[in-house]
């Protein structure tokens, strides 16, 4: 269903000049070409990446300059609360300075089938760096950092679509193991939206 | 295909499948029972070994992703660190039931090779996910100070 909206939304664009590219999955995906998206499509993708990135699977390690990653979710009760076990990763992000998180959570593409333990991926477990502040913030907040190229690592639309389809621990959080909700939609359907947004203009709801 | 790795300075082949956690490997396979099952899945600590010099849980790791790796456990925890840590616990007897203990020195002569000096601070992150039914926190951090003086005696 998901898939059908992302085609329906590609389908608005259909016509215009499309560029190929990969996904993810390495499949063949038609992608829309910068400056071929109209605001309103672009928003409307926003506000769907909006959804993932304030998602407890992305957002809960998204923690600003605290180095501390939050509890929040709904396997975690009403209240968001911090890590357990004073865990603080530290400018390293990885815990060096502290307890490493690979710890606990092993570097290993073995899915994670015990429920509540804990989350690991094939790549080092860490934070986001500071600069991505995702956890409790607006979508406003979190859009207008997003297209900053000083605090997105120097990453145009382009590039950050290429990351999410790359970087693996970030596709983690569309499999995160028994008992923990994926991030919604897909990761194809995220990509698809970075795409939309970034060929929109990347518009933000405060522009 | 058999999994290798080294226990205590000798090479296993493991008949264990690759998604086994190592803390079963030890325990059931090796009959290494010196570390301990407190709940598995990483909240208690009482599984910590040495895997290639830092302190894991033992019970996150699969050990199809630790092939040729080097596993050490409370029974051959060797150096001047791990020989601090067992004066130290023994001179300020920090020992209650012992169910977490093997966890607690394990992680705490990891936390020495790290910082031979560390604050009450250190301490408290570094061994925060070391739980103990007993409450014996205060003489573990005790010992890790008293141990930090003698390995700078
Ligand atoms: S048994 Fe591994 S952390 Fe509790
Ligand atoms: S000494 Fe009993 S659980 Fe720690």
């Not at chain 1, 590609?10 to 605001?39: I, R, S």
């Not at chain 2, 830092?54 to 150096?79: L, M, N, Y």
Request: aromatic content about 6%.
């Amino acid at each position: 269903m998901q898939n059908t909206r992302a085609l329906m939304a590609c389908a608005l664009v259909a016509g215009l000049l499309l560029a190929p590219a990969f996904a993810a999955d390495d499949e063949t995906v038609a992608y829309p070409a910068a400056g071929t998206v109209d605001g309103a499509t672009g928003l409307e993708a926003w506000s769907r990446i909006y959804e993932v990135a304030s998602h407890p699977r992305c957002a809960n390690c998204h923690t600003g300059e605290s180095d501390v990653p939050m509890w929040s979710g709904p396997s975690y009760g009403d209240e968001p609360r911090q890590h357990g076990m004073r865990i603080r990763a530290g400018e390293s992000r990885i815990g060096a300075e502290h307890l490493t998180c690979s710890t606990c959570h092993s570097y290993s593409e073995i899915p994670q089938t015990v429920p509540h333990a804990a989350p690991r991926v094939g790549a080092s477990w860490q934070l986001a760096p500071a600069e991505a502040h995702w956890f409790g913030k607006s979508s406003e907040f979190i859009c207008a950092q997003l297209r900053d190229l000083e605090r997105n690592d120097g990453r145009d639309y382009l590039a950050l679509a290429d990351h999410i389809g790359h970087d693996v621990i970030l596709h983690w959080a569309w499999s995160p193991g028994v008992g923990r909700e994926p991030a919604p939609y897909s990761l194809a359907e995220h990509i698809m939206d970075i795409h939309l947004w970034g060929a929109a203009g990347q518009p933000c709801p405060q522009d | 295909m058999a999994t290798t790795i080294t226990v205590n300075q000798t090479e296993r082949s493991l008949i264990s499948s690759e998604e086994t956690p190592l803390l079963w490997v030890l325990r059931d396979e090796l009959k290494l029972t010196g570390t301990k099952y407190g709940c598995g899945v990483a909240q208690c600590g009482a599984c910590t070994v040495m895997l290639d010099g830092q302190p894991v849980r033992s019970c996150q790791v699969a050990i199809g992703d630790i092939a040729g790796s080097d596993v050490t456990t409370i029974e051959a925890v060797s150096g001047v660190e791990a020989d601090a840590v067992r004066q130290a616990w023994v001179e300020m007897d920090v020992v209650q039931c012992g169910f977490c203990q093997s966890g607690q020195v394990v992680q705490a002569i990891g936390l020495l090779e790290l910082n031979p000096e560390p604050t009450d601070g250190d301490i408290d992150t570094y061994m925060g996910g070391n739980v103990c039914r007993c409450a014996t926190y205060v003489r573990v951090r005790k010992a890790i100070h008293r141990a930090a003086e003698i390995l700078a005696a």
